[in-house]
């Protein structure tokens, strides 16, 4: 079993509300990461971190922000949520035996709906 | 350009035979990676890869990479009810950071 938690594993809420998803993960890994999924598609990754203090966008934009002052806290805030930011949302760690390697642990995934 | 490309998107079959799935990427790869997610769960990953290994079996999975053609099939052999899941490859690409690039997936659903 992976060590790797998101909440709320559902969320509906109204336009313009200011929501955050929380991902932690216990197994003290570096690399963290959010992707994007609609039902039965292919995963996007919008941010990603390789430590503390360290936050990339990533190939696909997004209205959303990340931080990481913690090695094992990773949120994902959107200010203010639209309709077009319904989708489920999973957090993933990457520990890293060396360069290249590695396989990604996922949460459960966070599943949004704005109305 | 999409990186890791599936095929077949769906595919039904009935318990007891074997499913193939295939990936087709674009880029020069570190390893490549399966992973099965059951509807509205995370994934789970189920085998890796790597460049200079050609064949990887894990129980009834069995993995092959063709790094000249830049493709790779995932094998499950006996198959059953519990298998039903969507299964992605992602490829950890050797300019792309440590970040690894999902495929569209494949749907398998096994029919008891």
């Known amino acids: 079993e992976a060590d790797i938690y998101q909440t709320p594993r559902y969320l509906v809420i109204g336009t313009g509300k200011k929501i955050t998803l929380e991902c932690s993960q216990t197994?003290?890994?570096?690399?963290m990461y959010w992707y994007q999924q609609d039902p039965g598609m292919e995963l996007h990754l919008i941010h990603y971190?390789?430590?503390?203090?360290s936050t990339e966008k990533g190939d696909l934009s997004s209205e959303s922000t990340v931080s990481r002052i913690r090695t094992e806290h990773f949120p994902l805030t959107l200010e203010s949520a639209r309709p077009s930011h319904t989708s489920q949302y999973l957090c993933?760690?990457?520990?890293?035996?060396?360069w290249g390697t590695g396989e990604l642990f996922f949460g459960e995934g966070s599943r949004l709906t704005v109305l | 350009s999409q990186q890791g490309e599936e095929d077949p998107q769906a595919l039904s079959i009935q318990e007891g035979e074997n499913a193939t799935m295939n990936c087709s990427y674009k880029t020069s790869i570190n390893n490549l990676q399966w992973y099965r997610q059951n509807s509205g769960r995370g994934l789970v990953h189920l085998i890796l890869i790597r460049s200079n290994e050609r064949e990887k079996h894990s129980g009834r999975l069995r993995v092959t990479l063709d790094t000249s053609k830049k493709s790779s099939s995932l094998l499950i052999t006996a198959s059953r009810a519990a298998d039903t899941a969507s299964y992605f490859c992602?490829?950890?690409?050797?300019?792309?950071?440590?970040?690894?690039?999902f495929g569209e997936g494949t749907q398998l659903t096994v029919n008891p």
């Open positions: 992602a490829t950890d690409g050797e300019t792309s950071g440590s970040r690894l690039t």
């Open positions: 993933a760690s990457r520990g890293v035996a060396g």
């Open positions: 197994m003290g890994h570096d690399k």
């Open positions: 971190s390789y430590g503390v203090n």
